[in-house]
């Protein structure tokens, strides 16, 4: 991925000045002896969760080797933001490589390790990729997906409004309202594995999850007063919050 050389010496000497190669841009805020300086470019505005959990480690790693090598972000190493063309901005990590001493700095040490590790494994932290992922799709759920979904079932079904369709065939026993439906439809999408992960967001494949979805609730396809047969052969009055 990186393939930066065993030594870290050869490593720094690749490093530093890297900027050099870059065309049709211009540093506006280029620090004093800028030769010495690394830009990590990893984090831009399509960034996915992964590089966003690999961003927040190292940055984490880095602060963390300010607290012990008395050195700070923004002497040794600060994040800063570009515009860019092709994906709206970018937000380098730039890493001082070495220091007034013409000594490789501790902050270029623990970058190096960082970029080391990711050769090896694509992620610094994988329980906070996985949450990062978790609190992606449930916002996106929140968003988008569940109003996608019942839009679906309602071009499915012939239902105008969904979550009214719902309040009208409320059942205790069975335990169906609105509620009851959208959290139902939230596993279902889990435990089918109806959802994948890419870099600009989540995927949920809402055609076989409205499908599950009204498999697993046949009161959406009954009729009004069939919906409100319990299973011991009772009519239920239009009384929602009636206890059995």
């Known amino acids: 991925m990186y393939n930066l050389p065993g030594d870290i010496n050869e490593a720094a000497e690749l490093c530093a000045n890297n900027h050099k190669e870059y065309t049709d841009w211009s540093w506006h805020d280029r620090p004093e002896k800028s030769e010495d300086v690394f830009i990590f470019h990893l984090l831009n505005r399509d960034s996915g969760c992964l590089d966003r959990a690999n961003d927040k480690i190292i940055q984490s790693r880095l602060k963390d080797v300010d607290a012990h090598e008395e050195e700070s972000e923004g002497v040794h190493w600060w994040t800063e933001r570009h515009g860019h063309w092709a994906v709206g901005w970018v937000e380098p990590i730039v890493v001082r490589v ?61 239902i105008e409004d969904f979550e009214e369709f719902c309040k009208e065939r409320y059942v205790v026993h069975d335990k169906f309202t609105f509620q009851t439906v959208t959290e139902e439809a939230w596993d279902i999408m889990h435990d089918q594995g109806l959802y994948e992960h890419h870099d600009d967001g989540p995927w949920v494949d809402t055609d076989k999850l409205m499908r599950a979805v009204i498999d697993n609730y046949p009161q959406l396809t009954m009729s009004k007063e069939d919906a409100r047969i319990v299973h011991i052969g009772k009519s239920i009055p239009d009384m929602p919050g009636l206890e059995i």
């Open 98 to 158: 070495y220091d007034e001493n013409r000594e490789i700095t501790a902050a270029f040490k623990e970058l190096y390790e960082c970029l080391n590790e990711l050769d090896d494994y694509p992620c610094l932290n994988e329980e906070l990729w996985s949450e990062m992922e978790s609190d992606e799709l449930f916002e996106a759920w929140d968003n988008y997906i569940w109003a996608e979904l019942q839009r679906d079932i309602g071009n499915e079904l012939e």
